[in-house]
């Protein structure tokens, strides 16, 4: 259980309509660590969230989108944890805007996890706190079917996520107002980190 950041981590989460959670890095102990090969014969480490049902994982989709979000993740210089944070909402959000299915889960969860794979190699603590953000959104989608609309799993989904990150940024904030610089203000404020 990760009850540092408060987000409940059992496959039975994947179709939980409620889930505590505050912006934060994912426990290491959560994580497997998946020596993944790409085409071009470099094998990368992937962080795959241990509640990830493996299902996922064999989706054909799975593989083709790890590599290319591990190939087309953006330098780290240019995150920061709002930013990160959006850019897997809004990815998110794209993906299942038209389909919920396994394939689609697959593919965006490679996607994003490849992603979090590149940006590990230089920046391993917001990587954490990508997969935890990752990991409280889809927690908002279920693999199966829904007998609600898809716009209510996205809604509470968008919920989660703006809840989260408004309660970071008045972290942020109050950190900022004691004369600490915004980097370090940033870190202060993840919930679940050593102060």
């Known amino acids: 259980m990760l009850d540092q950041m408060q987000v409940t981590t059992s496959v039975d989460a994947l179709s939980s309509s409620s889930v505590s959670y505050a912006i934060g890095p994912i426990d290491p102990a959560q994580l497997h660590i998946l020596q993944a090969g790409l085409s071009d014969g ?12 493996s299902c996922v994982l ?7 989108e790890y ?5 087309e993740g953006e330098p780290e210089e240019a995150w920061t944890v709002p930013r990160l944070l959006n850019t897997i909402y809004l990815t998110l ?29 230089t920046e391993s603590t917001l990587a954490l706190v990508g997969i935890a953000h990752l990991c409280a959104l889809l927690s908002c989608i279920p693999l199966e079917p829904s007998c609600c609309p898809p716009y209510r799993d996205l809604m509470r989904m968008s919920i989660l996520h703006k ?12 950190y900022r107002m004691q004369g600490t610089c915004f980097a370090e203000a940033q870190r202060l404020a993840l919930v679940g980190t050593a102060q």
Do not use: C, M
């Open 93 to 121: 959000d794209a993906a299942f805007l038209d389909e919920f299915s396994l394939s689609r889960y697959a593919w965006v969860a490679g996607y994003l996890l490849g992603n979090q794979a590149r940006l590990a190699e």
């Open 42 to 53: 470099q094998d990368i480490s992937l962080l795959v969230p241990a509640h990830l049902p």
């Open 163 to 174: 809840d989260a990150l408004r309660a970071y940024r008045a972290r942020v904030r109050t």
């Open 67 to 71: 590599e290319w979000g591990y190939i």
């Open 58 to 64: 064999n989706e054909p989709e799975f593989k083709v």
